[in-house]
């Protein structure tokens, strides 16, 4: 399994290795570092620089590849999200998905059409990843912003500040899942807490990711109490 991923995200390689449990290799590299820029123009360039970032791989064997990015992709509509996934696939012949394509093949393949929106994003990021999923036809019941003690700082964000803040918001609708988005904050031993307390579906950006990977490789895979076993369509297809 290849991974692209941001130079400084703390939490995809960890939270990968557990998910794929000696099922797969993984494979990492990384964007460059763009210092002093602003996030939303790095971001961009991360778009931009996909192709290359692949190369990087040069004749390494993969059987999937993912790009492990949410924000990156938010800033692009899904149906443009998707168009380039299936241009990576084509171009370099494997199943290659960013992160929010493999969410979205996985919300399909359970049937959620509603979530409560995690998101420990800047707002205009937030705002973005609403719009996002709005337009994947995925109806938004609730966000809720997670910080970092007073700031947004997605790698930043400790299991005990996820769940306290998830406790002390609205409780969300009973039916609707919970989707923790950014591939940087690190969420396994959340899902464990929040779904011991509640029996509700609780899906994550690195969760979706190492699914999608699993199955687009034809490998068994599986997550919490919920176990699907093969995603619902293929981005290469």
Do not use: K
Not at 97 to 103: F, K, Y
Not at 128 to 145: L, S
Not at 183 to 203: H, K, Q, Y
């Amino acid at each position: 399994m290849g991974v692209v991923v941001p130079p400084a995200n703390p939490a995809v390689e960890p939270e990968f290795a557990r998910l794929l449990d000696a099922r797969a290799d993984l494979h990492v590299t990384r964007f460059p570092v763009r210092p002093g820029r602003p996030l939303a123009e790095r971001l961009d360039a991360y778009n931009d620089t996909l192709p290359d970032m692949i190369r990087s791989f040069g004749d390494l064997s993969l059987d999937a590849l993912v790009i492990a990015c949410s924000g990156s992709r938010y800033l692009l509509g899904p149906a443009e999200d998707r168009r380039q996934c299936a241009e990576l696939s084509a171009e370099f012949g494997l199943p290659v998905a960013s992160a929010t394509e493999a969410i979205r093949c996985a919300l399909a393949h359970l049937g959620v059409a509603e979530v409560t929106l995690v998101s420990p994003y800047q707002p205009w990021l937030t705002a973005c990843a609403e719009r996002f999923w709005a337009a994947a036809g995925v109806r938004i019941a609730q966000v809720v912003a997670v910080r970092a003690g007073t700031r947004f700082a997605p790698y930043e964000v400790t299991t005990d500040q996820l769940v306290a803040q998830l406790e002390q918001a609205a409780p969300p609708p009973r039916d609707t899942a919970l989707l923790l988005t950014g591939t940087g904050m690190r969420t396994l031993r959340a899902i464990d807490v929040l779904t011991s307390r509640a029996e509700r579906i609780v899906l994550t950006a690195n969760l979706c990711s190492v699914w999608w990977a699993l199955t687009s490789a034809g490998l068994p895979a599986s997550w919490g109490r919920t176990a699907p076993q093969t995603p619902s369509e293929s981005v290469a297809t």
